[in-house]
């Protein structure tokens, strides 16, 4: 059985950072894909980074240079280190694993809410 636990969000000021970490069981998080998603109120959820089996990452334009996506394959954990935090960044985001079958499993989310 697959399970994603995220962790990390909370309230940050504009400027700000946090890092959200993502517990992966049941999967070997190095030989799959894994995300970050995000979905803002009243909004579709988007993907905000990626991390493939090879290593290479990929960002959404909104957070290029401000987000880190990255993965401790010992520990079975993802991160996504987040710097310079805008208002727009407000929403739940969700770790998400793309495994080698194409079958999807998604965290319960975390809350990240910026504030001026």
């Known amino acids: 059985q697959v399970q994603l636990v995220e962790s990390g969000g909370g309230l940050v000021q504009t400027g700000g950072s946090l890092r959200l970490s993502c517990a992966a069981s049941g999967r070997v998080i190095s030989l799959n894909t894994m995300d970050w998603y995000r979905q803002a109120p009243g909004k579709q959820r988007e993907l905000v980074a990626r991390i493939r089996r090879s290593g290479t990452t990929n960002y959404a334009d909104s957070v290029k240079g401000r987000f880190t996506i990255s993965r401790d394959n010992a520990a079975n954990m993802v991160y996504l280190q987040m710097n310079s935090l805008k208002l727009e960044d407000t929403g739940v985001y969700y770790c998400?694993?793309?495994?080698?079958?194409?079958?999807?499993?998604w965290g319960q989310g975390t809350q990240v809410t910026v504030s001026s």
């Open positions: 998400h694993l793309l495994d080698a079958w194409s079958l999807e499993y």
